[in-house]
Structures are given as structure tokens and as C-alpha cells.
């Protein structure tokens, strides 16, 4: 395989997966065609230009500052990534750029621009909705951000060291079911929190027991994981990997799709709309899930986005037997990792 940089057109035509990425799902000699399944219409088409996916126009802006600093961290990811195609080891500045990547790939697409939107609405209608004149009105509007992609790309710079514990492994998928990419690839699980009745604070990256997984071609899996919290099932050094597994990675990338998936060209129809039907009500349903929680001496207004209903345990994800035991009450400063807890700290003293 060749190394493919990823030159970005500096256009009005900007991608939210980047065109390197999408590349290790195509099967054209030119790799510049995809297989799309449309999820609404259930209909495949075979012939879509990496161009034209993945992309809105200036979501970044058009001055491209934005677009000028993915392209430096997608340049120097996309050998990364071609090195772990190829099997090959990677040091720990390239683990590190691979962690920022991923971090920044997690917040810049479309299920998320939707989730900065709400949250708006969200502060508004709290703000307003007991005012004189405004609250009157306050179920009639509907406020949205100018560019919802942006306050994502802050979002990522303030907050990507939140990574820097994590290890890194690969997975290889030799089973006949490839995997899927959808619209917001990188995803978050956490077995450990989710075994512990804790999974309203699941998706949270400085929390105990994470997992962020990421498929770059339909034969690999990126996994980072709270080595603390996990060991990883492996045979003669091969992390093992089933059916079931790779069913439930896929169903998670359809969760948080948008309206497609980019897919083996010989993918069973009926596998790809089972996907579909069993992630249909969480995508057509709001984003945010609003809870208060209530702690030892106070309650806290608690909003993230919504987990879906399916056990996150994957079988290759093994709980080590002293994080299994450990007594564990959800604060923050009992949830958080003891690596990153400076990383907090430093957040939190911030002046903005």
C-alpha cells in the first residue's frame, strides 16, 4: 500500500471524514470510489466519488484556518495509519498524533454539530423560560449556532490531553462480516461503568473504563482503552475477535450516522437493514438526555448525549479483576482516571 497524504482542495467542499480515511474503504484500483448504503431509501450505490462524501460546504468557514490545521493533523495521521495497515509498529509520537486525531475526528461531524444545536436550545429555554415576555413564546423557538462545527473544534482543542493515558491496540477482522463506517466514526463504550449500573456517565472521555473505538478499513479496528480497567483477550499475541463482535461494532456505527454508511461492495442487503431497523428510533430521536443526579450532599443537572439501549460489552474487552471489585460512587473526582486528573484540574481552573 501506497502512503497517501491527505492534500485537502482548500474549498468550499470541506470533509468531516477525511478523504485519507474514507480511501481504506474503497476496493477501486484508484481508491476514489465508495459503496454507500442510504439508510432511508435502503438502496446501495456502488459508484460514489470520495469527493463528494463525508463533506459540507465551509462547515469549517471560509477563511480555511480550520481546514489548514485538519490538513496538518490528517497529513501526518494519515502515514500513521498506513503503517498499521501495512502491521507495522508505531512509536509514541505517532501514538500521540493518532490520539489528537482521533480526538478531533470524534467531535466534527454532523451527529455532533446536531448536539451543539440542542445544547443551545437547551441553555436558552433554561435562561428564558421564566421571562415576562420571551417565556410566552419560548415552545415556538427554536435557536440553532451560526456554526455548530466550530464550537466542536474548540471543544477538541481544550480538551484533547483528556487521551494522552490511554493505550493503543489494533484489531484484525479475518471473519467474512467487514466492518462499516458510518458518518461519525469514532465512538465511546465503557463495559466497566456500564456493569457498575453507571452508564449515564459512559460516554464521558476523563472517566474510568473507556473505550474509543475507531474502524479504519473493513478488515481493522482502532481500539484506546483504560488500561487500568482492561485487558484485551488475545491468542498466540492475536486479539480475538467474533461475529457478534463485529455485528455489535457496526449496529454502533449506524447509531451515530446521520442518513448513510460506507460499505463492502458484497454486503448481504438484509444484514445492512437489520442495521438499520435496530438504530432507527435512537437516530430519529432527540440527541440530548437530560437527568439530575443526585450525590451524596448535592444534585447536579446532568445532560450528555444519549447512550443507546444495547449492552456495550464486547468480548475481546476483558474487565480486570480490581477494577470489577472496586467500590465505586458517581462523583466526579471518584470517576475520573488518576492519570488525567491534572489534565482536570487545569481545565477547571481555566479563565475564559
Known amino acids: 500500500m501506497d502512503i497517501i497524504y491527505n492534500k485537502i482542495n482548500m ?20 481508491r476514489q470510489i465508495l459503496t454507500v448504503y442510504l ?27 480550520i481546514e489548514s490545521i485538519f490538513e496538518k493533523i ?20 505517532e501514538k500521540e498524533a493518532l490520539r489528537v486525531y482521533i480526538h478531533f475526528q470524534m467531535n466534527r461531524t454532523p451527529f455532533n454539530a446536531k448536539n451543539n444545536n440542542e445544547i443551545a436550545n437547551l441553555v436558552f ?6 421571562h415576562p415576555f420571551i417565556g410566552k413564546y419560548i415552545d415556538k423557538v427554536k435557536v440553532e449556532l451560526k456554526n455548530p462545527y466550530f464550537l466542536s473544534f474548540l ?28 458518518q461519525r466514526p469514532v465512538f465511546i463504550i465503557n463495559p466497566y461503568l456500564y456493569e457498575k449500573k453507571l452508564d449515564i456517565w459512559a460516554q464521558g472521555i476523563a472517566v474510568k473504563g473507556v473505550c ?41 456505527q449506524f447509531f451515530y450516522t446521520t442518513d448513510c454508511a460506507y460499505i463492502k461492495k458484497d454486503m448481504n442487503i438484509e444484514y445492512l437493514n437489520m442495521l438499520m431497523e435496530k438504530t432507527k428510533i435512537f437516530r430519529e430521536s432527540d440527541i440530548l438526555d437530560i437527568k439530575i443526579i443526585k450525590t451524596q450532599n448535592q ?48 481545565l477547571e481552573n481555566e479563565e475564559y
Open 212 to 252: 474509543v473505538l475507531l474502524p479504519i478499513a473493513f478488515n481493522k479496528l482502532i481500539i484506546m482503552y483504560d488500561r487500568w480497567c482492561y485487558s484485551l483477550a488475545k491468542k498466540n499475541g492475536i486479539i480475538q475477535i467474533n461475529e457478534d463482535d463485529i455485528t455489535k461494532i457496526n449496529i454502533f
Open 11 to 30: 474549498g468550499k467542499n470541506q470533509h468531516y471524514i477525511p478523504r485519507f480515511a474514507l480511501r481504506n474503504f474503497t476496493e477501486d484500483n484508484n
Open 299 to 346: 444534585s447536579m443537572l446532568y445532560q450528555q448525549s444519549k447512550i443507546p439501549e444495547i449492552n456495550p460489552n464486547i468480548s475481546f474487552i476483558k474487565i480486570k479483576y480490581q477494577a470489577y471489585c472496586e467500590k465505586i460512587v458517581p462523583t466526579k473526582e471518584t470517576l475520573a482516571r488518576t492519570a488525567i486528573i491534572p489534565e482536570i484540574i487545569r
Open 39 to 65: 439508510m432511508k431509501e435502503k438502496r446501495v450505490i456502488t459508484n460514489a466519488s470520495i469527493k463528494n462524501q463525508a463533506a459540507k460546504d465551509f462547515i469549517y468557514g471560509k477563511d480555511q484556518v
Open 125 to 130: 429555554q433554561t435562561i428564558y423560560h421564566k
Open 74 to 93: 490528517e497529513n501526518v495521521t494519515a502515514i500513521t495509519i498506513t503503517k498499521l495497515m501495512r502491521n507495522e509498529v508505531i512509536n509514541d509520537e
Open 155 to 182: 471543544l477538541s482543542i481544550k480538551t484533547s490531553g483528556l487521551l494522552s493515558d490511554l493505550a493503543i491496540n489494533i484489531v484484525n477482522n479475518n471473519s467474512k462480516i467487514p466492518f462499516v463506517l458510518g
